[in-house]
């Protein structure tokens, strides 16, 4: 079981365009931080490798080539924001590698984002040409009631990010897929974008080896935990290990780093929990073409 960090930062990125500011202008890498997506790698019950993607930021084709990823067997979106869902037509090279559609799971109103963004998609007879698009079978979730993927339970919760209703998830797996111990990352909750968190939702913040929660900036914002609320939070949940993401250029890695609790600090593009040996990877032929 193996989570891997695709991006970590905000909506515009870090570096930001047009700024030159000192973490913006670093020459440390882990400065550097694509738009926020995660993906959890495992081998399920019968041996199948098994990848799911949690949100599509706009830069998945270069998370993807960095991650090497050469699967996607599921996505998991948690709002319907351009930074979360913009590398959907990406998805497509999966279903050529793998000869198989893509399941898509999000709260109702995000998947009529989706099909309204993606008409092309998800409306293909209407394509003037039948062209080379995803295909994806989306599948609609609540808060509280979980489901299963590939044998990991995943509870969709409450969260709040301004005023907007959104999505994180709670990953719980039996002992033959996570097993206990300092290098798995489950139980994880994955709550980005985050704002305020609902009564009814802490209970699901309980007993986690790992918490990943967003965390923006100093300053406070709208829509946005700052750093003090995300360590606040952090401290109140007591993760064993709690990984900031979706930081904006006002947060340097390392200067920050060095001001957080032990348990506690900032995740970083190309960040790994956990242990995973993919099994080799086959490829398609490059002429071949997902029906």
Not at 64 to 92: P, Q, S, Y
Not at 182 to 207: F, M, Q, R
Not at 212 to 227: C, G, M, N, S, Y
Not at 269 to 274: E, K, W
Request: glycine content about 4%.
């Amino acid at each position: 079981m193996r989570l891997t960090f695709l991006g970590t930062g905000t909506s515009s990125g870090v570096p930001a365009i047009a700024c030159a500011c000192r973490v913006c202008s670093s020459h440390d890498l882990r400065d550097q931080r694509l738009r926020t997506s995660s993906l959890l790698e495992f081998t399920d019950a019968r041996g199948q490798p098994r990848a799911i993607l949690i949100d599509a930021s706009p830069d998945l084709r270069q998370q993807a080539l960095r991650a090497k990823m050469t699967r996607c067997d599921a996505v998991l979106f948690t709002h319907n924001h351009v930074d979360h869902t913009f590398g959907l037509d990406e998805l497509r090279r999966f279903n050529v590698v793998m000869h198989a559609p893509i399941d898509v799971y999000a709260e109702r109103h995000t998947i009529e984002h989706l099909h309204r963004v993606y008409k092309h998609i998800f409306d293909r007879q209407s394509n003037i040409n039948d062209s080379f698009v995803a295909t994806l079978n989306p599948h609609p979730i609540e808060p509280e009631r979980p489901f299963e993927l590939f044998g990991v339970t995943i509870t969709p919760i409450r969260l709040l990010h301004g005023r907007l209703p959104i999505l994180g998830f709670r990953f719980d797996a039996p002992p033959a897929l996570s097993p206990a111990g300092h290098d798995s990352p489950l139980p994880l909750a994955y709550c980005t974008d985050v704002s305020g968190i609902p009564p009814e939702t802490w209970k699901h913040l309980t007993n986690l080896n790992t918490l990943v929660l967003d965390a923006l900036r100093h300053r406070k914002h709208p829509t946005h935990l700052t750093l003090q609320d995300a360590v606040n939070i952090a401290d109140r949940v007591a993760a064993r290990q709690t990984y900031f993401v979706h930081m904006s250029h006002d947060l340097a890695h390392e200067e920050t780093n060095a001001s957080l609790p032990e348990s506690v600090q900032l995740a970083h593009d190309g960040l790994t929990l956990g242990r995973y040996q993919p099994p080799p990877a086959t490829f398609p032929d490059p002429a071949a073409e997902f029906p």
